[in-house]
């Protein structure tokens, strides 16, 4: 043996020692379907069998190793899979992933010959093909995204939840992962997430369909734990940073690794950036540290004490800032935020110290980590080891399951003269593959096995035993047999609340059969065919081999009586009726239903556009006579209860042609004539000769207030923070479901936060939202009191601003040329003098002072036509300021907005 192999071999020994008492042991292989299914004794031994592929090694009827599972695909196992792990699992498979089908073939050795026989194996392994295999680290921003996705995209029907630390929840009834850092790079669990089948043909990890950045994300949560070596870790930050990180438009974009605090090190740099970096520093003397940036803003932490802290503004340049502190030697803790923001925006960072003269910290001195990383040795595979694996492989009976690698082996007993309970079954060690099941799995599979190889099964339970093995069962209820446990479903989650259950919840299976047509079911098993787009788990593909023969079955299977169909004599008047009912003269379908991508007003349901691409016309008919017969918890009404017809004056309240005018009209699919309601203007709030308002979510937020004037102006005003949002012209709004939209033009916009604020100083940012601040803007002394219309319906609004009441109230005008533009008027009570305070009346890009009381904000003429004046604060944007003294009494502020 090399030195190389020796040390390898030194490692797995080590990883082993240090893992040991943390691994949990199952005491059997888990297949989730079994212990959830009412799968009769007789079948889930069958299941057992093909899952544990005793055809492979047991030869006999051809059938039985069809329809067995296939064990993965070894040829490139050395780009996919790091050698350490590979060795550690061929020695003992059962310690270190709990619950897999993977026998232990080496069980019968002592350990100097298992780990002997495991080092040569993993060499012959890593010798078949060229191999990249490395260690990357993971990124940050990535691993939260990833833990949304994995959580709700369907992983967890099968694979065990996970708590905030990654701890398993529920690993005895979910299939194993393993310690998958120790197992995979994030560029190889990426490329098996995306294609599962290059290398696990059988389709029990079936292709999830992930889309864009998925995979990368799902791979970097898995693989959070992976440690490579480094300087130090960094997160970048984009949006308005100048109001700091908890800002609700801040986000974070991206992390990774920066060998420097230099910016080049991190990346192209946009303005409006902050970047957050975390590492150790090592120091080589105890001391008194000095430490200088030149920054606009930002924070210095060392070992959890601030040395620096300046808030950052869009409205300057940088600062010279500095900070010290005693420091001892060896390894310190330190944190550094920079926000890239305001003008002429740049960074530097130097050190100072014992026998340290002022400079740039150098990488040799950072790490992210106090403790020492080792860095992944790729194996150099040694040929005399990988020969002898190569021996292994084919004696051992490793080449009967992976049998994609061509090596010579011994035939085994054949399957018809195996006995029950004895060798691979009986659980005794001796010289034959060792399998973790338990009693209760071994009965069964020695119950199964007198006529394993040739089953009698009938159509029903050909569907079942499929449904169990691929854990179909884990998504969709069928007739009983599984359906979603009561554990996971809370991870199952929809975009649409407002359907309930059948907006999160995977379909039921119960007599799809008779329900879906074979080339919409083929277009959803084979094709990623999907029409629940509402419903985050994706819809997994386990393959044509595998689960095509499904859609005959499910047919032959699932019979219901036949439908009372009536026969049509004018087709064309009874699609003109369909049309009718569907639309909101009729029964309103869609109210609650998605027409040709035309969003519903109100539920957002299934679109009904395609319905006969998918359904079978009996279903059809069957299920709108009775829809709590098909889905008991289903929100949508009956029609003709009783088989009487809520509009009798269509078709003559005939159900049975109202249902098939129905079904003619939606055959036309997306040509369809468009139904009486769709039309996106029936929303449209119009303004007449009085003011008109709405309230809901908009561009003035979640507490938004449109107002529409006769002189065709409008505003939208936040109440939740009291400011102006938005004016535009023309048109007023489309009114949906609790939001509106504003539909005019000439739009001007307000940037959210408060009207009024006492800015200690100019470079102050103005106050925001952040993302925890609940109270905001109460914590600034606002609340908002109502309003109330006068007798042309325009609203005076009431608001507090500390010990000021304000009423806040617009009026629409026009000009000597016939302009129309808005007036408005603060009105301010206070029982005392106050404080000066500035009011932010707008922003924008271009700012330019026609004097002290008239500004053009871009294309906004904004005037003060009290006794007031104002000042323009640069930045991006720039402000214009209006400083206001209210008296004890009663004062006021007027404005004019043209445009």
Known sequence: MTDRARRFAAMIVLLLFLNGSALVA??????????????????????????????????????????????????????????????????????????????????????????????????????????????????????????????????????????????????????PLGKLDRKYSIKSLVEFVRRPHVSRPSGRMPDMRLSGQEPERIAHYLLRDTRVPGQLDYTLYRGPVFEGLASDGVRAERAGRAKDFALASVGTIQQHSAIKYEGWLNLAKAGKYTFFLTMNGGTLLVDGKSLVDQEPSDRRGVKQLSGEGELGAGWRRIELTYFHTGREAKFSFEMKGPDFPRQAIPSSMLSVSSEPIPAFEPLKVDNELAARGKELFGTLGCVNCHSDLKVTTKPNLAFAKLMPGRGCTSGAPGAWPHFDFNDEQRKLIAAAMPEAEKPTLNDKQKIDKTLVAFNCIACHDRAGLGGIAAERNAYFTGANEAIGDQGRLPPPLTNVGAKLKPEWMTEVLLNGGRQRDYVHASMPQFGQANVAHLVDLFGKVDQLEAAEIPKVVDAKQSKAAGCDLIGTS??????CHD????????????????????????????????????????IMPAYWPGGVSARADILGGDAGQQIEALWLYLEDGVRAKRPAGLSRQSSELRVGDVTEICRGHGPAGYRGMAVGYPERVNLAFDTEEMVLRQLWKGDFADVDNGSFRPRGTDR????????????????????????????????????????????????????????????????????????PYLKRTFTFESNSDQTPFYFRAACGTEIKAVSDRRFAVDQLD??????????????????????????????????????
């Open 586 to 591: 009729g029964l309103s379908c869609i109210a």
């Open 26 to 175: 199952f005491g059997q292989a888990i297949i989730p379907g079994l212990g959830s299914s009412r799968l009769g004794e007789r079948d889930k031994g069958l299941v057992l069998i093909e899952e544990a592929n005793c055809a492979a090694c047991h030869g006999g009827d051809a059938s039985l190793a069809e329809r067995s599972r296939k064990s993965p695909r070894l040829a490139d196992v050395g780009s996919r899979i790091n050698p350490t792990y590979i060795e550690a699992f061929i020695r003992d498979p059962h310690g270190v992933k709990p619950g897999t089908l993977m026998p232990n073939v080496l069980s019968q050795l002592g350990d100097a010959e298992k780990k002997q026989a495991s080092i040569s194996l993993t060499h012959f392994l890593l010798s078949l093909k060229a191999n990249d295999f490395d260690l990357q680290p993971p990124d940050a921003v990535a691993v939260g995204l990833g833990e949304r996705l994995f959580h709700s995209r369907g992983c967890v029907a099968c694979h065990s939840p996970r708590d905030a630390k990654g701890t398993e929840l529920l690993p005895a009834t979910s299939v």
């Open 595 to 634: 027409f040709n991508g035309q969003k519903a007003a109100s539920v957002g349901a299934l679109d009904l556009v395609r319905s006969t691409e998918r359904l079978k016309k009996d279903w059809f008919h069957l299920y709108l006579r009775q829809p709590a017969r098909f889905s008991p918890t289903v």
């Open 862 to 899: 904004l005037r003060i036509t009290s006794d007031h004046k104002g000042m323009v604060r640069e930045g991006k944007p720039a402000e214009v300021l209006i400083s206001v003294t209210v008296p004890k009494g009663r004062s006021t502020l007027t404005l004019e907005y043209q445009w």
């Open 748 to 819: 001007i916009s307000f940037p959210r936060g408060i009207p009024f604020h006492r800015l200690k100083t100019l470079e102050e940012n103005w106050p925001y939202k952040a993302k925890t601040n609940h109270a905001f803007p109460q914590d600034h002394g606002y609340q908002f009191r109502g309003y109330r219309l006068d007798n042309t319906r325009k609203p005076t609004l009431f608001y507090q601003y500390g010990d000021i009441a304000v009423q806040d109230f617009f009026e629409d005008v026009r000009d000597k040329d016939g302009k």
